[in-house]
């Protein structure tokens, strides 16, 4: 392989490392900063007793005869809410729920639907006895509800029961309007049951980069996913604070569960996590369905904002997401709040980046040396190595100086990539003029080329040393590429990177300035001590 040719390869590596590592090269297990060796532990016990129980040869494929559509003849209860309507069937499963809002619209401008359609639906009660299993696909539930209206700020109770031959079943359901809702099922007789947590909706248009899937949220803190057809083995849980059914913005959650509780995550026929509970006589537990909105999960129940999860750099994620809204509450729109923390975390990395890029003008300084020395002692490496590090002490240069502080903003720019690549809070909202929805690629694609041509000019101004023209030629090329795969991401997120171009050039201006005149007072004292 040629140098240019290894060139080429790096180039793209590094744009796959940037922008597109996380997708490409998901993590099976995604692990938050509390303790990953803990987790391991954890999770290995969990499989074990899982293949132990009585019920591991047991399938959780969902039959056919489970996928009961949603429609008017199998529709056992509607309920009107302020911001959504649901439906529970007649197999006591929340069939359907559509959010209202306008902002959460899909891409064909219809109201988004938060339960799928096919697949294991919440509240799917699924009994271990193969018998009464089967009977229980075959008998409806009944109620006396068959229409409810929840009041803004209020709750409505449905109270649904099957009867069963040698088991009667009563589900009771308490529905709230922000989106939560109260469970209690009580059996006549024990045996054993599960509860299924439902899978998401299979939505298209979303970014590749964003993880869809299913999450445990355990222990002291420890975070468990299981992305789409990635499912392998059955891993059951104890101690669960939360489980997820989620995709880029949205979810199905199932929380306030007692320690003693078992929640497994297995597979379906396409290797897609399907969560169920092991469920009890009496048993109560929590749940909500709708979009991963901040506020209002920490409004309902502060344990359920685990639940908006941002891959390996959840650490800073969650943080810099917590300042960006508090810039949103000051400024009052999403677009200026992200250009507020842009200018934050330059401010932030100022320190960083002036090192980095004087330590550019330095090595761009002494690339002639460099280069001459190289010639002179071409056919002694060890010679020519020792000339170049003299030559770099002398000046005080640093080869490393200008990639150490870049490497250090790298979990920043991951991290600020995926607040604003999950953050729901950006459907629907307006910046200026022309961006009415920052959780969408720009419809003029204006952002994507401003993005573009600020990144070519700021390598037109920053100081590089590249010794062979065809190196230089293809990384001029990357503003180009970079604006490619930035046509299609949210705008807000092009926003960001735009901004801090404008950032980055207007530093790397007054880096010039300050060169030049450390340059020009370093050659005039020169000339002062020539003179003498």
Not at 145 to 157: I, L
Not at 406 to 430: S, W
Not at 487 to 501: A, D, Q
């Amino acid at each position: 392989m040629s140098a240019n040719q290894r060139l080429i390869l790096a180039v793209v590596l590094s744009f796959v490392f940037f922008v597109g590592y996380t997708a490409i090269f998901p993590p099976e297990q995604v692990v938050s900063e509390t303790n990953a060796t803990s987790k391991t532990v954890s999770t290995t016990q969990s499989t074990s007793s899982s293949s132990n129980m009585p019920d591991a040869q047991m399938t959780h494929e969902v039959a056919s005869d489970e996928q009961l559509v949603a429609t008017d003849s199998s529709n056992l209860v509607s309920i009107e809410a302020k911001d959504f309507s649901m439906k529970i069937d007649t197999l006591g499963r929340i069939s359907s729920k559509i959010l209202k809002d306008e902002k959460y619209n899909n891409n064909d401008n219809v109201h988004s639907e938060m339960v799928a359609q096919v697949g294991t639906k919440p509240l799917h009660i699924r009994f271990a006895d193969k018998a009464m299993n089967e009977e229980s696909l075959r008998t409806p539930y009944t109620t006396n509800v068959r229409e409810a209206t929840v009041a803004e700020n209020g709750s409505t109770v449905i109270t649904m029961q099957q009867k069963l031959s040698n088991q009667t079943v009563t589900k009771k359901l308490t529905i709230y309007a922000d989106g939560h809702y109260d469970v209690n099922i009580a059996l006549a007789n024990d045996t054993r049951y599960f509860v299924y947590l439902g899978q998401h909706v299979k939505r298209t248009g979303q970014m590749m980069m964003a993880v869809h899937g299913a999450m445990i949220y355990h222990g002291d803190g420890l975070t468990e996913i299981v992305e789409d057809e990635d499912a392998e083995t059955r891993i059951t849980f104890s101690d669960v604070h939360l489980t997820s059914s989620f995709d880029q913005y949205f979810a199905s959650i199932i929380y306030g569960l007692t320690p003693d509780t078992s929640v497994t995550i297995d597979r379906d026929r396409d290797g897609n996590p399907i969560v169920y509970i092991d469920g009890s006589k009496n048993f109560t537990f929590n749940g909500y369905i709708g979009p991963k909105e901040y506020k209002v999960l920490k409004s309902i129940d502060p344990v359920l904002t685990n639940a908006i999860e941002y891959g390996w750099f959840t650490f800073a994620a969650a943080p810099l997401f917590k300042v960006l809204s508090w810039l949103h509450g000051i400024f009052g729109n999403w677009g200026w709040a992200i250009i507020a923390l842009t200018l934050l975390i330059r401010m932030i990395l100022f320190p960083l980046t002036y090192k980095g890029m004087l330590s550019m003008q330095k090595m761009k300084d002494v690339a002639p040396k460099v280069k001459e020395a190289q010639a002179k002692f071409k056919g002694d490496p060890q010679r020519m190595n020792a000339a170049v590090m003299e030559i770099y002490k002398k000046e005080g240069a640093n080869p490393l100086g200008g990639c150490l502080p870049l490497l250090l903003q790298i979990p920043v720019f991951f991290a600020i990539y995926r607040v604003l690549l999950n953050a729901v809070e950006l459907q629907g909202a307006d910046w200026i003029l022309w961006i009415d929805d920052l959780s969408r690629m720009d419809p003029y694609y204006i952002l994507p080329i401003l993005m573009g041509a600020t990144m070519f000019y700021q390598q037109h101004i920053t100081p590089n040393n590249f010794t062979d023209p065809m190196q230089e030629k293809i990384f001029k090329y990357l503003p180009v590429i970079f604006t490619f795969f930035f046509i299609t991401f949210p705008s807000g997120l092009v926003l960001y990177w735009f901004v801090n171009n404008i950032f980055s050039i207007l530093q790397q201006f007054i880096v010039n300035k300050q060169f030049a005149a450390m340059k020009a007072l370093k050659a005039a004292s020169n000339a002062k001590e020539e003179g003498k």
